[in-house]
Nanobody, 128 residues
Framework: QGQLVESGGGLVQAGGSLRLSCVASGRISSIFSRYPMAWFRQAPGKEREFVAG????????YYADSVADRFTISRDIDKNTVYLQMNSLKPEDTAVYYCAVAAMPGGTPRSLSEYDYWGQGTQVTVSS
């Protein structure tokens, strides 16, 4: 048994910041430090999309073009936690944000099909 639990979402004004956390437990925690992890988001009426990813070593990060200049993904192995620091938030960032663990180690996966483990999501709402 294992799970990913996101937290840190909420309501923020445009231009503000939020820091999302995703904590791995159980079996997932045993692969957390070895597999790529990512944040995805899904806005109402839209497909779930890739936001940011981090390799197993934490030495390489990668982002969707829409957030690359504003968001930062990081990992804390000791806390079994991956973070997403979101700055300069825009109303179009409003979505449910999900963390995910890749199906296989290595690489820089961006597709939904390349991730096997998902959290329940945390709501981020950015007001004008």
């Amino acid at each position: 048994q294992g799970q990913l639990v996101e937290s840190g979402g909420g309501l923020v004004q445009a231009g503000g910041s939020l820091r999302l956390s995703c904590v791995a437990s159980g079996r997932i925690s045993s692969i957390f430090s070895r597999y790529p992890m990512a944040w995805f988001r899904q806005a109402p009426g839209k497909e779930r999309e890739f936001v940011a990813g981090i390799t197993w070593s934490g030495g390489s990060t990668y982002y969707a073009d829409s957030v690359a200049d504003r968001f930062t993904i990081s990992r804390d192995i000791d806390k079994n936690t991956v973070y997403l620091q979101m700055n300069s938030l825009k109303p179009e960032d409003t979505a449910v944000y999900y963390c995910a663990v890749a199906a296989m180690p290595g690489g820089t996966p961006r597709s939904l099909s390349e991730y096997d483990y998902w959290g329940q999501g945390t709501q981020v709402t950015v007001s004008s």
